[in-house]
T-cell receptor
Framework: GENVEQHPSTLSVQEGDSAVIKCTYS??????FPWYKQELGKRPQLIID?????GEKKDQRIAVTLNKTAKHFSLHITETQPEDSAVYFC??????????????FGQGTILTVHP | IAGITQAPTSQILAAGRRMTLRCTQD?????MYWYRQDLGLGLRLIHY???????GKGEVPDGYSVSRANTDDFPLTLASAVPSQTSVYFC?????????????FGPGTRLTVL
């Protein structure tokens, strides 16, 4: 099955700075990489995802980059704001890159943005 | 119902008791999942169902069972609860078998086993 490692486990930044969270995966056949944000006491919600046919995807202040050769992908948040404070999870398919939609999640990164 | 719901919101349970966590979605999604979330361990898949009538084991299935009698409902049962099953449980659903779609999560059930 897929193995996903996420770093760092905690990240503290000043408002306006950038934040970067990195994940590595083990299955070279994996082709879909979502990122979820979970605010305190709430459910995880998808914020951005990338498929293996592109190397980068942006949505306003967030972007995800993918390096299939090195088997890692990263979440980039620019101009951070206090409301970005949350736990962020990366994920990758755990079915050999095919079918079924099951995901393996990273361990999570607690991001704190200080005003 | 809008989206995906879970019940109960929270529960305190004596060890050895049987408990069923309920999950219902109205999005007509084929696939449904149960995760447990523990501090520092992220979200771990317990069981999943690709479509009504089928289920499969995830990463941590021991002590849990599921059924999928119809598209909308996917209950999770703890036959004889143990303290290590204290956790927050999330149900999720996604659009289809054979493709990667966004997983939508329910609000979660906080379960404490004493």
């Amino acid at each position: 099955g897929e193995n996903v490692e996420q770093h760092p486990s905690t990240l503290s930044v000043q408002e306006g700075d950038s934040a970067v969270i990195k994940c590595t995966y083990s299955d070279s056949a994996s082709n879909y990489f979502p990122w979820y944000k979970q605010e305190l006491g709430k459910r995880p919600q998808l914020i951005i995802d990338i498929r293996s046919n592109v190397g980068e995807k942006k949505d306003q202040r967030i972007a995800v980059t993918l390096n299939k050769t090195a088997k890692h992908f990263s979440l980039h948040i620019t101009e951070t704001q206090p409301e970005d404070s949350a736990v962020y999870f990366c994920a990758a398919p755990n079915a050999g890159g095919t079918s079924y939609g099951k995901l393996t999640f990273g361990q999570g990164t607690i991001l704190t943005v200080h005003p | 119902i809008a989206g995906i719901t879970q019940a109960p919101t929270s529960q305190i349970l004596a060890a050895g008791r049987r408990m069923t966590l309920r999950c219902t979605q109205d999005m007509r999604h084929n696939a449904m999942y149960w995760y447990r979330q523990d501090l520092g361990l992220g979200l771990r898949l317990i069981h999943y169902s690709n479509t009504a009538g089928t289920t499969g084991k995830g990463e941590v299935p021991d002590g849990y069972s599921v059924s999928r009698a119809n598209t909308d409902d996917f209950p999770l049962t703890l036959a004889s609860a143990v303290p290590s099953q204290t956790s927050v449980y999330f149900c999720a659903s996604s659009g289809g078998v054979g493709s990667y779609n966004e997983q939508f999560f329910g609000p979660g059930t906080r379960l404490t086993v004493l």
